[in-house]
């Protein structure tokens, strides 16, 4: 992307029926189904996708029929990374990290596989939302890594998970520090 960080514009987007609240770069738009059915020709899509116009930006949001909780976060992370590896060897970038705050983790790696034109760069990213796995993936051309990544620690630090407050029983965002 041509643009630099002070140029670039940042819009707050409700995801996963409001369970999270996160910032965006502007391009990354919602798409038509029918575009999205070209990026994803698969039954079941992710939940969420958004997208620049050219298909090659791409942040998706899954959330899972698949119970984890908080201390299994790790070993679910180390696990799709080992099957991502043995997929696509010596593809892993960057091992398992992590994001944290007072109510929970959220772990990521990065990996790239080749394409006709280009590589891509792929990052995996997994939390416990309402004790299920939620899973995102974003991905880009793997030569734009140095900013896209700078971009994808943004949108990381912006994650604010949805919770109900006792008191009022109304609801409060509590976000992800990187």
């Not at 965006?24 to 079941?44: A, G, H, N, V, W």
């Not at 991502?84 to 959220?106: D, K, Q, W």
């Not at 899973?135 to 912006?158: C, D, T, W």
């Amino acid at each position: 992307m041509e643009e630099n960080k002070e140029e670039m514009k940042w819009q707050e987007r409700s995801c996963l029926k409001g369970l999270i609240c996160l910032k965006l770069p502007e391009y990354l738009e919602k798409q038509t189904e029918e575009k999205e059915s070209k990026i994803f020709p698969y039954l079941q899509k992710p939940q969420e996708i958004f997208m620049d116009e050219e298909g090659e930006r791409i942040i998706t949001f899954n959330l899972l029929d698949k119970q984890l909780e908080e201390n299994q976060i790790h070993a679910a992370a180390g696990e799709m990374q080992r099957i991502i590896n043995h997929i696509y060897p010596e593809s892993i970038r960057i091992h398992t990290r992590y994001a944290i705050n007072t109510t929970g983790v959220l772990e990521w790696f990065a990996f790239v596989t080749g394409g006709l034109t280009e590589d891509h760069y792929h990052i995996m990213f997994l939390m416990s939302l309402s004790r299920q796995m939620m899973l995102g993936s974003y991905h880009f051309p793997a030569g734009q890594e140095k900013e896209e990544r700078v971009n994808f620690q943004r949108i990381i630090q912006s994650i604010q998970i949805m919770e109900a407050q006792q008191e009022d029983m109304g609801k409060k965002y509590v976000g992800y520090k990187i």
